[in-house]
């Protein structure tokens, strides 16, 4: 099973910017996707943003195309969110989550069932 810790969020403007970090700690004998969730009040939980184990394969959501950059710092295993050009819409609790993808070491996950390990969340909230 990983850990998973965020940090990072906090209160920005709109057209602000913040980065979110996720640290992964724990034994696991399988390569596994990163990916960012979102969730504001009342909505479902949504993927932002996903990367490989490796780092080299990413995937982003339509409306955060341009704005949002996901990174993978392999040595730290710590995966980090770059949000740009921030909007109130943009306002949630982001979680770092984890795919298991086996031998699969360039392998992006964009469905959300295959995510296991979810870390606590941490705010974010733009103010317009």
């Known amino acids: 099973q990983v850990q998973l810790v965020e940090s990072g969020g906090g209160l920005v403007q709109a057209g602000g910017s913040l980065r979110l970090s996720c640290a992964a700690s724990?034994?696991?004998?399988?390569?596994?996707?990163m990916g960012w969730f979102r969730q504001a009040p009342g909505k479902e939980r949504e993927l932002v943003a996903a990367?490989?184990?490796?780092?080299?394969?990413?995937y982003y959501e339509d409306s955060v195309k341009g704005r949002f950059t996901i990174s993978k710092d392999t040595a730290k295993n710590t995966v980090y969110l770059q949000m740009n050009s921030l909007k109130s819409e943009d306002t949630a609790v982001y979680y770092c989550?984890?795919?298991?993808?086996?031998?699969?070491?360039?392998?992006?996950?964009?469905?959300?069932?295959?995510?296991?390990?979810w870390g606590q969340g941490t705010q974010v909230t733009v103010s317009s």
């Open positions: 990367i490989s184990w490796n780092g080299g394969t990413t």
């Open positions: 724990g034994r696991t004998y399988s390569a596994y996707a």
């Open positions: 989550a984890t795919a298991p993808t086996g031998r699969d070491v360039v392998r992006v996950v964009s469905t959300r069932v295959a995510y296991n390990s």
